[in-house]
């Protein structure tokens, strides 16, 4: 569903929740008796890290990524790297 990396929103908090965007690091999930499901293991910008439960009735939507989305192209287009050499100059 996410991916490392993605900016989430979470629907059901407010705009001065601290928690309401978050950046998705893993999926987890929990058996048991005490809230078992479905969880995003999730941080913000400072590093503090928390589980966001998302079940049938979560609201959390991917709203970007941190990660770039070009850096396979550099390694593809070598252009990309450096500009070709003037064809008009002679040495």
Not at 12 to 21: I, L, Q
Not at 51 to 77: A, C, P, V
Request: proline fraction near 5%.
């Amino acid at each position: 569903m996410f991916r490392f990396g993605d900016i989430l929103e979470n629907g059901w908090a407010g705009d001065t929740n601290p928690h309401k965007r978050c950046i998705f690091i893993r999926a987890a999930h929990r058996s048991g008796r005490l809230n078992p499901g479905k969880y995003a293991v999730v941080c913000d910008m400072k590093g503090r890290q928390w589980e966001q439960g998302y079940g049938s009735d979560h609201k959390l939507t991917k709203i970007g990524t941190i990660l770039r989305n070009d850096i396979g192209m550099i390694f593809e287009d070598r252009s990309a790297i450096a500009p070709p050499p003037d064809a008009g100059e002679e040495g």
